[in-house]
């Protein structure tokens, strides 16, 4: 057993790392099987259904992985139910409950335990709880159902919700959620490349094992300036010899390959290897090659530090070799333009040439801003602007799952990712913490604050970043609520009316009113029509007295109050529609406004400080009328052609004329070269303009020159998204005109925000709404107010009112791509679909709810940036202390979240810390890649570390032993780097796991007991019957170095007080203590022991606790002994040595990690310190203690002299697995005899002093 240790100072040391590899495959791979039965069961439960509804849990189950991490953290209770259920006690429960033999049985967190037999279920909690042991067993069993969410259960049907609670998902409310959860399940996140971090070394690894001093960094300089022997930079070296001219044809898609090659090329190994050797970093064991990946690293942080010098240093915020990425000058520029700037500026201001610029820059910019390298970018895409603040946080949420990632995402990627909304609160906390970034770098790109601000004081930036932000993305989501909010109608005013005359009437609405015939009681048979109240009471029919039920007693006998109090619908419909109406008119402005001022910077200097002319454009509605025998067009006719849902914008700007198209339905403006090209043909500009035409409404005229319009006519006429036809056939004219601006462009802003927020636009757009709007007051009004079907039957007009019926058609698919599942069709209807433009008409048409769905849904863009983005920073004032510690960067997840800057508390950062693994752990990527690769080498742990000369925080990092050093480890599991200094390695896994309630370990922890009186018992009798015996004698030899009478007297007199001590033991002595950073087991207070029991063994003792049982790992060795107590059992033996006979650690037994089998020990360097003592270097030994080997010389000359020349004698292990071994004779003899024969095969024929190849043998006490 890798037993527990102590020492007199109460200093516990960390114990050996543990193989973890089997687990962890298991784990990952059964993880990956039930997370795809989980998916598929969401799939089936959700099809049909609207994203407003909700499943039922209950009937949802899939089929529990064995291996898989719900397994592992179910089969503790699992297998703790079946010894419950298998013990007499229980028997005589289920005889009292007459409980079916064939029953299955489960406990759940609330502490009872239930029989199921055939659809029945009986609860057994009341005479269960009666049994003390029983009992017990009960409370923990329902604790470990605590820790796995809800249920400890034997079969193998696992609920859907359990697993997803589990696994920290919250449990989604509705369908909507349930969608979200399963993007989020599927979602193929990227890895990083192996090298996913050029920068790793300057700025620091994730767990901080490895950063360059700036003294190492001047050493990498300085070594590099005698490679180069002054040619130049580094980087021009290396392209010269291994690309050649191939350098020229670097881009930012084949910058990594290219890198690549450099880093690897066999020319500059010596090189890559004179830096690890400079720096004294790991270079490789004697006869093995040096990792490519230490040798590329090491190359790639010298050409960074050659190219620019100060890295590593503190630069400014969002400074790159001194060029500033979010300079306000680079508002709503592309990724393309400000990635050209900073090569110009590496080239000019860092001697960079022109054929190694575009590497230089893509190297910087991948370890410092990769959101610049991401593939596949559009050119709509541009710095500043909502879109790229999500995107930012996109890329941000990449990063965080896996450093380096995005260098091989696409754009698309990148969003389908940052669309999946947070799967549990802490993935909220982790999304808005990273939403607050991009949102200040969006205020420092439109001047809203300044870098000094920031830097001077962050969170105050960030709240007026985000405050100005949310002003602007107010304006969208008013103009949705007031777009989306339904106009009054006639109809919703005369219920009204009805509900407040008549409250107990409950058939208002229901059309069983008919007409009576004039001057008669019969009512008019003669096509007969069937009206409610409430339509009748819109058209002030209702009070004429002629309509009324056909069944007695009378309408109005029934409601005699009625017809005195009714009020004519039409005042109120009046009054509130203007009170409407005026909003709506301003939101339309509002979102033309934005449109606009969305318009890149050159375009909107040439729409404000150029002769602005609109134009409209229709079908041809000419006609041939006789006697004229020539096509002519009705004026009339010509205004209801005209599409409604688009204006051209033709601006006339320093001798030249740009075209615009302004889709006032899409919310969209665009230029079009070949619109102006034909406006400019055609001689349009000097066409009469509608607005000069005085003749009459139905005068006759030439009919319009049909043109082919380089522009999708149905776009103007029908709303149908721009873009999916590039020709088509009408009719362009002439709407008006503006005289030329007096602005220029000093004077027109640069940013769009800053555009929208000075309203430069304001009279294009008053023009537009004025001219050209979407509607006109007098039909929205009469679209509003409604027609009852009597009121078209009496109607004059054959032909009813149909002005926006065919605003549906536009927007079919639009809405059915804003709620499809392929994320390809949702984004594209986020640029087609108009945001808020003509709900109200959609509302009155009657596709109110899809309607609103769609502007809620396209306004989150902003609105959710805005909102995470606000909480982020909340979460980051709730964590702030600006007295906590040495700054700290957190990678990946934001730039300057750094305590000493930031000043974020050891709490948030432990939030954020939990947020990020959970992201990896849940998608499947934390581990996945690298971790197992590192967990199958048997000379990696983890531990902490603290950075020789700090103060401060200590680290947890992974790291590997090579000879007697530790090291860190790279992505790869190799070793690179110094050595690590202050590095104490502990049995944390790799994997972060359930832990089990300290219930279940007392459980054990007090079966153990009897057993490990029973074992002390058992080889107290082979030593006191049985010591002349072979076999007796040969186990004592292995493990003290000989078998005299001396020895065994010694050993007999330390069981008999063992045995005395252990008697009065129980878990009143004992403390459960949670120590999930430490690798001790359990400890034993040696004098606090020795006054309990100068005391008389006295349990009502202040000082009577003096076991330390630490919980996390004990339950996490029991789980890999498969729950075999017997194994506890031998640790309660090592802390009884430690107490009764006062060993101390010398050696440790080592649970073996190249078999990991339940059992296996590795006893050789016990059996060494039995064979030849004196000739062993503890520090060169893993299984070895060093502060006991201290404390043994210390003691020795006060010894006695057979301990003190056997020091085995004072070992707490070789006691433990001596009493183990020789209870194994007596409880299970074929294993005894083949675990002694491994040892007497090690022992006899060793060659040299002591034992080199591995003595395992195996102490499981299960069948």
Not at 299 to 312: F, K, V
């Amino acid at each position: 057993m890798n037993q527990p240790r102590t020492a007199a100072n109460y200093n516990l040391q960390p114990s050996s790392p543990q193989d973890i590899t089997p687990r962890l495959k298991q784990g990952i791979e059964g993880d990956k099987i039930e997370r795809g039965e989980i998916i598929a069961q969401l799939k089936k439960a959700i099809s049909g259904k609207e994203n407003n509804e909700q499943i039922d849990w209950e009937e949802l189950f899939i089929t529990v992985t064995e291996g898989s991490s719900f397994e592992q953290a179910l089969r503790p209770g699992a297998v703790m139910l079946q010894s419950m259920i298998d013990k007499p006690a229980f028997k005589e429960v289920l005889a009292y409950y007459a409980v079916h033999p064939d029953a299955s049985f489960y406990v759940v967190d609330a502490g009872h335990i239930i029989a199921s037999h055939n659809g029945r279920e009986i609860r057994l909690t009341a005479k269960t709880k009666l049994d003390p042991d029983l009992n017990d067993d009960l409370v923990a069993i329902a604790d470990i159902a605590a820790t796995i969410d809800r249920v400890v259960f034997f079969d193998n049907r696992l609920g859907v919700a359990q697993w997803i609670t589990f696994h920290e998902y919250e449990l989604p409310e509705d369908v909507k959620r349930i969608k979200n959860l399963i993007k989020h399940l599927e979602f193929d996140y990227h890895p990083s490349p192996a090298l996913g971090n050029y920068w790793e070394a300057i700025t620091g690894s994730e767990d901080k094992a490895l950063v360059l001093s700036a003294d190492d960094r001047q050493t990498i300089r300085t070594l590099t300036a005698q490679h180069i022997g002054g040619r130049g930079k580094l980087l021009v070296d290396l392209c010269s010899i291994v690309l050649g001219n191939r350098s020229k044809t670097a881009n930012r898609l084949n910058c990594r390959e290219l890198l690549h090659e450099l880093g690897v090329h066999p020319y500059f190994k010596s090189w890559s290897e004179s830096y690890l050797k400079a720096l004294d970093w790991y270079v490789s064991k004697s006869g093995e090659p040096v990792s490519e990946l230490n040798l590329e690293q090491v190359l790639m942080t010298a050409i960074i530090l050659d190219i620019y010098p100060d890295a590593g240093g503190d630069e400014r915020r969002n400074h790159i070799a001194g060029y500033n990425l979010y300079a306000p000058e680079n508002i709503e520029k592309s990724v393309p333009e400000v990635f050209t700037e900073l090569e110009r500026h590496l080239e000019s201001e860092h001697d960079i040439p022109s054929n190694t610029s575009t590497l230089a820059a893509y190297l910087l910019l991948a370890g410092r801003a990769p959101e610049f390298l991401v593939r596949d970018l559009p050119e709509s895409l541009r710095l500043g602007t909502p879109e790229w603040i999500t995107f930012c946080r996109g890329v941000a949420i990449a990063e965080a799952n896996a450093c380096g990632s995005v260098l091989s995402m696409t754009f698309a990627n990148v969003m389908q990712l940052e669309a999946i909304e947070p799967v549990n609160k802490e993935q909220e906390i982790l999304h808005s913490v990273l939403s607050v970034d991009p949102i200040i770098d969006w205020a420092l790109l439109n001047n809203v604050i300044t870098l000094e601000q920031v830097i001077i004081d962050y969170k105050g930036s960030g709240d007026r970043a985000i405050g100005a932000y949310q002003t602007f993305a107010d304006v969208y989501s008013q103009a949705v609520a007031t777009l989306s909010t339904p106009l009054p109608s006639r109809k919703a005013i005369s219920r009204e009316i009805l509900e407040q005359i008549v409250p107990d009437c409950d058939f208002i609405d229901e059309k069983i009113l008919f007409e009576k015939q004039r001057g008669w009681h019969e009512f008019n048979n003669f096509e007969p029509l069937a009206m409610s109240m409430v339509e009748l009471n819109m058209s002030n029919h209702l009070g004429t007295l002629n309509w009324d039920l056909k069944k007695s007693p009378s309408l109005y006998q029934r409601f005699p109050h009625l017809v005195p109090n009714l009020v004519s619908t039409e005042g109120i419909f009046k009054r509130r529609f203007d009170q409407a109406y005026a909003p709506l008119e301003k939101a339309m402005a509002s979102i033309v406004n934005l449109a606009l001022s969305a318009l890149p910077p050159a375009d909107r200097v040439r729409l404000l400080c150029g002769e602005v002319t609109f134009f409209t454009i229709r079908p041809s509605v000419a006609i041939i009328q006789p006697p004229d025998l020539f096509p002519q067009e009705k004026q009339k006719a010509k205004d209801e052609a005209t599409g409604r849902y688009g204006v051209v914008m033709c601006s006339k700007y320093e001798g030249r004329l740009y075209c615009y198209e302004l889709f006032t339905l899409h919310g969209e403006c665009r230029e079009n070269p070949q619109l102006a090209a034909l406006v400019q043909k055609e001689g349009l500009l000097a066409q009469p303009a509608r607005l000069d035409f005085t003749d009459h409404i139905n005068s006759l005229s030439k009919a319009e020159k049909i043109h082919n319009l380089p522009t999708d006519i149905e776009s103007y006429t029908h709303g149908v998204p721009p873009g999916n036809t590039r020709s088509s056939h009408g009719v362009i004219e002439k709407l008006g005109s503006l005289n030329a601006s007096v602005k220029t462009t000093r004077t027109i802003k640069p940013g769009y925000y800053e555009s929208y927020q000075s309203e430069e636009f304001s009279p294009l757009t008053n023009f537009i709404l004025k001219h050209r709007p979407l509607w006109t007051y007098d039909e929205l009004i009469e679209d509003a107010r409604g027609r009852t079907e009597l009121e078209q039957r009496h109607s004059k007009e054959e032909q009813q009112f149909e002005t926006f019926i065919n605003i549906i058609v536009p927007f079919k698919s639009c809405i059915e791509d804003f709620f499809s599942d392929d994320p390809d069709r949702n984004r594209g209807s986020t640029l087609s679909c108009t945001l808020e433009l003509a709900m109200t008409v959609l509302l009155v048409v009657g596709v109110a709810a899809k309607a609103v769905s769609v502007a809620a849904k396209a306004v989150s863009t902003a609105s959710k940036a805005r909102a995470l983005a606000k909480l982020g920073l909340g979460f980051l004032h709730s964590v702030f202390n600006p007295l906590d510690g040495t700054p700290e960067l957190i990678l990946g997840v934001g730039k300057y979240l750094k305590k000493g800057v930031l000043g974020i508390s050891r709490a948030g950062l432990n939030s954020l810390e939990s947020a990020t693994h959970q992201l990896r752990r849940l998608t499947g990527s934390a581990d996945a890649y690298d971790l197992i690769k590192a967990a199958q080498r048997t000379d990696i742990g983890q531990g902490t570390w603290r950075p020789l000369g700090s103060s401060g925080d200590s680290f947890v990092v992974s790291a590997v032993r090579m000879q007697d050093d530790w090291y860190a480890l790279n992505r790869l599991g190799q070793p690179w780097g110094k050595k690590l200094k202050n590095f104490d390695l502990s049995f944390k896994s790799y994997v972060r796991k359930k832990l089990l309630p300290d219930s279940f370990v007392s459980a054990y922890v007090k079966r153990s007991l009897p057993i490990a009186q029973t074992k002390i018992d058992t080889a107290l009798h082979q030593l006191v019957a049985n010591s002349a015996d072979f076999e007796v004698k040969a186990v004592i030899k292995y493990f003290f170095g000989n078998s005299s009478a001396q020895t065994v007297e010694h050993l007999t007199e330390a069981l008999r007080k063992m045995k005395k001590d252990l008697n009065h033991i129980s878990l009143k002595n004992i403390d459960i203590v949670k120590k999930p950073s430490d690798g001790a087991l359990a400890a034993m207070l040696p004098e606090t022991f020795a006054r309990w029991k100068a005391a008389n063994y006295s349990a009502d003792s202040v000082e009577s606790r003096f076991i330390k049982i630490y919980s996390d790992n004990m339950t996490d060795f029991f789980q890999k002994e498969r729950f075999d107590k017997g194994r506890i059992a031998d640790g309660v033996v090592h802390e009884m040595s430690h107490g009764s006979q006062r060993t101390i650690d010398l050696m440790y037994g080592n649970p073996d990690p190249a078999f990991g089998k339940a059992g296996d020990v590795d006893v050789t360097q016990l059996m060494n310190l039995a064979k030849h003592p004196e000739g062993l270097d503890p520090f060169t030994l893993r299984d070895a203690d060093h502060k006991g080997f201290r404390e043994f010389n210390q003691l020795k000359k006060d010894l006695p002299k057979i301990v003190a020349e056997a020091p085995a004698l004072l070992n707490a292990d070789s006691y433990a697995l001596a009493i183990g071994l020789l209870n194994q004779r007596s409880a299970n003899y074929p294993r005894f005899l083949e675990n002694l024969g491994r040892m007497r095969s090690k022992f006899d024929t060793a060659t040299g002093k002591h034992i080199t190849e591995a003595v395992i043998i195996n102490l499981s006490t299960l069948a």
